[in-house]
């Protein structure tokens, strides 16, 4: 669950509070959208170890996928389809504590127990979708979801 143990004494609340600021200080200076996605998914990657982390910009009727860590992805995504594409199409965060049990999930890899998805917003709209999958069942919760809607905001803020 978001408040257990990962590492003697840290939990993951506090994990995520000492990622905040690295990712402040990578975007920081850097214009390129692309690269500061990179940043951003390695660093959460890396910090917390989830299976996959990554990013699907809004290209048309579909979600495209961007700069990602963890095993290959589905590359395209229809509106509506799956837990990103439901996002999208909600504008809301989406946490998935059992992906078979997610009507319609998108099985992209069979490791994948538990998600969770983030709308970042440009102009009004949802223009990309922060997508996170867990190796273990329901390992999303409230202290995810406030720290990948702060990550959105520092998405939302760069440049590009």
């Not at 959460?44 to 170890?49: F, S, V």
């Amino acid at each position: 669950m978001s408040e257990s143990i990962l590492v003697e004494g840290t939990t993951r609340e506090e994990k995520y509070a000492s990622l905040l600021p690295q990712i402040r200080a990578l975007v920081e200076g850097e214009n390129d959208l692309i690269a500061n996605l990179a940043n951003i998914i390695g660093a959460i990657k890396e910090g917390m170890d989830f299976l996959w982390v990554g990013c699907y910009f809004v290209k048309g009727n579909e979600l495209v996928l961007g700069p990602f860590q963890g095993p290959v992805a589905c590359t395209r995504i229809g509106f509506g389809k799956g837990v990103c594409g439901a996002c999208w199409q909600r504008a809301e965060t989406i946490i998935v504590k059992n992906v078979d049990e997610f009507p319609g999930h998108i099985a992209c890899s069979t490791e994948s127990k538990s998600e969770i998805t983030i709308p970042v917003f440009k102009n009004g709209k949802v223009f990309m979708v922060l997508d996170t999958d867990s190796r273990s069942l329901a390992d999303f919760g409230e202290t995810d979801r406030n720290f990948f809607q702060e990550i959105a905001l520092i998405i939302e803020s760069l440049p590009g």
